[in-house]
């Protein structure tokens, strides 16, 4: 519109000078170069000097009209890519949300090849890669998410995980460790921290980080968290004691055991500690101390070993029999006093050890494998075979089980698909294998 007007006052200021030129007919010399001239009239000289005027502004006006309609063309186009890129995006989440990851992939990359900085496309796309096992693409597609925004720390902790899965704990930890220079408290920076600090056997370091989680968090610990810092007390005890600071190990073990009286591992380290000083009576006292909060059988077998080792039975026979008098019945105490007695070839007193534990406890296990070990040595085989039978549950017919090639579930009735993992067509004969068979004792 702009250049019709322009054109229409050129004509009519044109036709102005025009009829001027008519009534002004003096002429004049003009000089277009230093040996050239011609005559022309002062209106027709001032007629060409407009209409070259008059033309640069008609052609800047046309420049400028189509340089604009040129970038608002672009504008558009690329407004309508853009809106394009974003059904893909919205189209891609759909197909992820469907489990078709292939499709949200394609669909993702043809969004990012127009718009390259898309955050949601790139988070999207990490999520996709990392559901197809593509950790290095994952990695990638947040990499360049904080990039594009530093201050999204939440990018970090999912990068830090990737890493973790891809088993680069260095680049796991350097993230997270980031997040810590620029938040200071963060609790999921330092739960990383020190998970990945467990993984390298950093016990140290790692009792450091849950301790700060642990005085971060106040009451809102969870037993979950109190129950890893004992953990983690118990490792810097042990650590302690291997870099031969014996005094200091020690008494971070004691105080672990007052704070915890059924943590079992603190007492089987200072039991260790103390028999490797020499201290066998004392050695011998926490074990019994540890049985008696804990109930728990593996203090048994310390105190049969140390006793063995030591050539004292007596002393461990002892053991049980005060232990006896104190829990009459304790299943394990009984039980243990009867292998113990299989162990030193004393079957007869194994028997009746053993069938006391029977009548507590007496569908276990272990009491008859162990009666019948017992009774075999007495030559009193019917009753051993028995004993085997009630141990393994063997019936008058022995069935060949079937076994899973997929999840390795034993079961005596064939199914076209797996109960337990759902693999189809998975179960075959089982008829046992020795590979890792070892030859039967009595420990």
């Not at 950790?135 to 999912?158: G, M, W, Y």
């Not at 950093?202 to 005085?215: D, F, L, N, S, T």
């Not at 004292?312 to 105490?333: C, H, K, M, N, R």
């Not at 507590?360 to 028995?386: D, F, K």
């Amino acid at each position: 519109m702009a250049v019709r007007l322009l054109f229409l006052l050129f004509v009519v200021i044109l036709v102005g000078f025009s009829y001027i030129s008519l009534l002004n007919g003096q002429h004049v010399q003009f000089f277009y170069s230093a040996t050239r001239q011609i005559e022309v009239t002062v209106s027709e000289l001032a007629i060409l000097a407009f209409s070259l005027g008059a033309a640069m502004v008609v052609l800047g006006t046309l420049v400028k009209d189509v340089t604009m309609a040129s970038m608002n063309w672009k504008e558009r186009r690329e407004k309508q890519r853009r809106e394009a890129a974003r059904s893909r995006v919205a189209k891609a989440s759909e197909l992820f949300q469907r489990g078709m990851l292939s499709g949200a992939a394609k669909e993702l990359e043809r969004s990012l090849s127009v718009n390259r900085d898309d955050k949601e496309a790139l988070d999207l796309l990490s999520s996709v890669e990392t559901e197809r096992g593509n950790h290095l693409e994952a990695v990638k597609s947040l990499t360049r998410v904080k990039q594009i925004d530093p201050s999204d720390l939440s990018v970090f902790i999912r990068l830090a995980a990737l890493y973790r899965r891809m088993n680069d704990l260095d680049n796991a930890f350097s993230l997270l460790k980031a997040i810590e220079d620029s938040e200071g408290e963060n609790p999921r920076a330092w739960e990383g921290m020190r998970d990945i600090h467990i993984l390298r056997k950093e016990m140290v370091p790692a009792y450091a980080m849950q301790k700060k989680i642990m005085k971060y968090k106040g009451k809102e610990a969870t037993p979950e968290d109190q129950a890893l810092f004992d953990a983690l007390r118990y490792e810097k005890a042990v650590v302690r004691m291997g870099e031969g600071k014996a005094d200091d190990g020690e008494r971070r073990l004691r105080e672990l055991i007052k704070d915890q009286p059924r943590f079992s591992p603190a007492y089987i380290a200072l039991s260790e500690h103390m028999r490797s000083r020499g201290n066998l009576e004392e050695a011998s006292q926490v074990l019994l101390r540890g049985y008696r909060a804990t109930r728990n059988a593996v203090f048994l077998i310390k105190l049969e070993d140390m006793g063995v080792e030591t050539e004292s039975p007596q002393s461990v026979i002892g053991v049980y029999t005060d232990l006896l008098q104190e829990f009459p019945s304790d299943y394990d105490a009984n039980l243990f006093m009867g292998k113990f007695f299989l162990r030193l070839e004393m079957n007869d007193e194994a028997v009746e050890q053993l069938l006391k534990a029977e009548s507590i406890e007496p569908e276990r296990e272990s009491v008859h494998i162990l009666l019948a070990e017992a009774l075999r040595r007495r030559g009193r085989y019917e009753s051993a075979c028995q004993h085997y039978q009630r141990a393994f549950g063997y019936k008058r017919r022995y069935l060949i089980p079937f076994r899973c090639t997929g999840c390795g579930k034993a079961t005596i009735k064939w199914a076209a698909r797996c109960p337990e993992c759902g693999s189809w067509n998975s179960h075959s004969i089982d008829h046992g294998h020795r590979e890792y068979i070892t030859p039967a004792s009595v420990r």
